[in-house]
């Protein structure tokens, strides 16, 4: 009988893709290049089009049409400096985000979560990690029978997932997380699934990079990884240039921590979905001190866990100690020797270390 096992993937598991936390300050600078417009007269009277900003405005062919989208560039552009000085002013974009959370600042935090959307967008229509690719060559027999024995929880915003899924299927970004049921945290519509626990699910625990509308629909910045890159800029200036729509609409991402004692329906989701795991497998994650109810709470979500394999090439026996603290992973075990009866200590779940990160691990017992 085919083993029940879950993915747990952190940003380690999207590096070929998007910057790590200690890269992000300087991938947001390069971001901003593309948006920054020094001259608005210059650029015109010369025909500057140096970057898909200044391109863009040359999409438009009156001068006024021109003006109104060079203050929309030069806002966005203010934006990508302000979260790009934050993030290097913090330990990670995650800790200025919990600040603005715990400040009450909801202004500001939306602003960070859609510059943020924005950017891993944009990184991800010039970088892929093949690793997933590799994936689901691996895991797949047909693009008809997803395995069902298979969940996915992941810490990332991104999309990797869903463009390496739609590149096998040839579906679109849309099509590929309907098959994959992929859930989102930011999500405020409650989904009707019912069969969690037999079919492929992917969780979003920071939710993901669409836009809520004002009636809680999912509506994608973009719809093709391999978009234009002038046509990017009209997707992220649609509603971040307009005061009404930016003002009717929420990023889809929410980072674990925001809400966590509600009782969200997502949460409860994930619960029955990952109740059977037997195998564990933790894929660039970290366990950082901040989402420790959180990774206590998935951890506690599997009852009948047996093993641990953690993926990381360099902190690997570190990430298992944090686990240990997290989930009691020992049991006492009574036993007769003869008339006295003694107890020992068992260990209830296994640990591995995998060192290798050329690919995604798969254990034998898939």
């Known amino acids: 009988m085919a083993k029940n096992i879950t993915y747990l993937l952190g940003a380690g598991a999207s590096f070929n893709a998007l910057p790590l936390v200690e890269d992000i300050p300087r991938r947001l600078e390069g971001f901003s290049y593309a948006f920054h417009i020094n001259n608005f007269d210059h650029t015109i ?3 500057q089009k140096s970057n898909i900003a200044e391109q863009h405005l040359f999409r438009f062919k009156t001068i006024d049409e021109q003006k109104i989208e060079f203050e929309k560039i030069k806002n966005f552009h203010r934006d990508i400096l302000w979260l790009k000085d934050e993030s290097r002013n913090h330990t990670s974009i995650d800790t200025f985000a919990k600040k603005l959370y715990l400040q009450e600042n909801t202004s500001d935090l939306k602003k960070l979560k859609y510059i943020l959307s924005c950017f891993f967008i944009y990184e991800q229509t ?16 047909s693009l008809t029978e997803i395995p069902n024995n298979l969940k996915v929880l992941s810490w990332n915003c991104d999309s990797q997932l869903e463009i390496a899924f739609s590149r096998f299927s040839n579906t679109t970004i849309k099509e590929s997380r309907e098959i994959l049921n992929i859930f989102s945290k930011g999500n405020k ?18 939710g993901t990079t669409s836009i809520l509308d004002k009636e809680s629909k999912n509506y994608n910045l973009i719809l093709d990884y391999n978009i ?21 609409h929420e990023p889809n991402m929410s980072f674990a921590w925001e809400n966590f004692y509600e009782e969200l329906k997502f949460y409860s989701n994930l619960r029955d979905s990952i109740v059977n795991t037997d195998i564990l497998i933790v894929i660039g994650y970290s366990f950082p001190f901040f989402n420790r109810k959180i990774d206590k709470f998935i951890l506690d979500s599997m009852d009948n866990l047996k093993k641990i ?7 690997a026996e570190e990430v298992i100690e944090k686990i240990k603290e997290l989930k009691p992973w ?7 020797n003869g008339s006295s009866l003694e107890t020992t200590t068992v260990n209830k779940i296994q640990f591995k270390p995998i060192k290798f990160d050329k690919q995604f691990f798969i254990p034998i017992e898939f």
């Open 189 to 206: 519509v409650d989904s009707s699934k019912t069969n969690l626990v037999d079919e492929l699910n992917i969780f979003k625990i920071n």
């Open 309 to 315: 394999y953690v993926q990381d090439p360099y902190n």
């Open 126 to 141: 010039y970088y892929f990690d093949n690793r997933y690719d590799s994936f689901f060559a691996s895991i797949l027999e």
């Open 45 to 47: 009277k010369h025909q």
């Open 228 to 248: 234009d890159k002038v046509k990017l800029v009209s997707s992220f200036l649609e509603i971040y240039g307009s005061r009404t729509l930016f003002s009717t």
């Open 330 to 336: 020992q049991e006492q075990a009574s036993s007769f």
